[in-house]
């Protein structure tokens, strides 16, 4: 037995628990070193499908493979000790059939370690939500912006400020709850709907530029770190700007190689006495 106190990791039950309680906080993670600073922070860590456009310079979210989840969603876990680890099924991975979703969510759950999925989408995902949730799959919905409709919706707007966009918003965050799962990202909406959502579903809601009225909140981290600077979303709140500190610190190395000030003698090797 290690000496170690073991720090028993976040799970469903303690998530569900802040429905109408405290907030659910929630960053993104792709890496093991920011799995590492971020968890003794949060509840739960999302390794977003999002590292396809933050971390390869992706324009969508559409060429992330299941195989890039599943080793960032392991890194994660290997850095984190209490958050509870979500994974997004990537696009493609899970629209086909319930079966398919199955086959590659139980690929992204035992291979990553990783405690629930996420997958984006309402009413026409129940099937599947419920399929998984039966399995043993924990499931977290996605409603509202989704960016894996990008090529459908013509970019990445908010939804639901019209009553008809408001209403198939409603129907299928009811859908997906009523199917199982046990907490939902909403994305890129307005209060009232957030608000009437939160209060109707039995899901934990956990907003992104959705207001406060959800459950909680995500953000993607590199956004909230100022490390991501490519585009910034109304909902992005920067936090650090980090960008700034990495560039001077590449800058500084840099022209002290050229003029030879690095390495000095205290990062050389001596010989050996004797
Ligand atoms: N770094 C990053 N942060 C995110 O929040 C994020 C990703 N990447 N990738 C996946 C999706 C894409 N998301 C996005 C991307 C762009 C906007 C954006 O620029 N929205 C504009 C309005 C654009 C329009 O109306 O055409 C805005 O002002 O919010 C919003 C969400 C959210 N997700
Ligand atoms: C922005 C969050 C909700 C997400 O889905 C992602 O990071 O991919
Ligand atoms: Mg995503």
Request: hydrophobic fraction near 45%; charged fraction near 20%.
């Given at each position: 037995?290690?000496?170690?106190?073991?720090?028993?990791?976040?799970?469903?039950?303690?998530?569900?628990?802040?429905?109408n309680?405290?907030?659910?906080?929630?960053l993104?993670?792709?890496?093991?070193?920011?799995?590492k600073?971020?968890?003794?922070?949060?509840?739960?860590?999302?390794?977003?499908?999002?590292?396809?456009?933050?971390?390869?310079?992706?324009?969508?979210?559409?060429?992330?493979?299941?195989?890039?989840?599943?080793?960032?969603?392991?890194?994660v876990?290997?850095?984190?000790?209490?958050?509870m680890?979500?994974?997004?099924?990537?696009?493609?991975?899970?629209?086909?059939?319930?079966?398919?979703?199955?086959?590659?969510?139980?690929?992204?759950?035992?291979?990553?370690?990783?405690?629930?999925?996420?997958?984006?989408?309402?009413?026409?995902?129940?099937?599947?939500?419920?399929?998984?949730?039966?399995?043993?799959?924990?499931?977290?919905?996605?409603?509202?912006?989704?960016?894996?409709?990008?090529?459908?919706?013509?970019?990445?707007?908010?939804r639901?400020?019209?009553?008809?966009?408001?209403?198939k918003?409603?129907?299928?965050?009811?859908?997906?709850?009523?199917?199982?799962?046990?907490?939902?990202?909403?994305?890129?909406?307005?209060?009232?709907?957030?608000?009437?959502?939160?209060?109707?579903?039995?899901?934990?809601?956990?907003?992104?530029?959705?207001?406060p009225?959800?459950?909680?909140?995500?953000?993607?981290?590199?956004?909230?770190?100022?490390?991501?600077?490519?585009?910034?979303?109304?909902?992005?709140?920067?936090?650090?700007?980090?960008?700034s500190?990495?560039?001077?610190?590449?800058a500084?190395y840099?022209?002290?190689?050229?003029?030879?000030?690095?390495?000095?003698?205290?990062?050389?090797?001596?010989?050996?006495?004797?």
């Amino acid at each position: 037995m290690s000496a170690q106190a073991q720090i028993k990791r976040q799970t469903v039950v303690d998530i569900v628990a802040h429905k109408n309680g405290q907030p659910v906080v929630m960053l993104t993670a792709y890496t093991a070193p920011m799995a590492k600073l971020f968890d003794p922070h949060v509840d739960m860590l999302l390794v977003g499908d999002s590292l396809g456009m933050v971390l390869y310079g992706m324009d969508t979210t559409l060429p992330v493979t299941l195989e890039m989840m599943i080793a960032h969603g392991a890194a994660v876990v290997r850095g984190s000790q209490q958050a509870m680890v979500v994974v997004d099924m990537p696009f493609g991975s899970y629209q086909e059939s319930p079966a398919q979703a199955f086959r590659n969510a139980a690929r992204v759950l035992s291979e990553s370690g990783a405690a629930a999925v996420k997958l984006e989408g309402g009413e026409e995902m129940a099937e599947t939500v419920e399929f998984l949730v039966r399995r043993g799959v924990p499931v977290v919905g996605h409603v509202g912006l989704t960016p894996q409709h990008v090529n459908a919706f013509g970019g990445f707007r908010s939804r639901g400020r019209s009553e008809a966009e408001a209403d198939k918003i409603r129907r299928d965050a009811q859908a997906i709850s009523d199917a199982g799962a046990f907490a939902m990202v909403i994305e890129g909406t307005v209060e009232q709907l957030a608000r009437e959502i939160t209060a109707s579903v039995n899901a934990v809601t956990i907003g992104i530029g959705a207001s406060p009225a959800c459950d909680g909140q995500v953000l993607v981290s590199e956004d909230i770190l100022g490390l991501f600077t490519d585009f910034r979303p109304k909902f992005v709140k920067r936090y650090a700007d980090l960008a700034s500190t990495v560039s001077d610190a590449a800058a500084t190395y840099a022209d002290e190689v050229r003029s030879r000030a690095f390495p000095s003698a205290e990062y050389c090797f001596g010989v050996k006495k004797g």
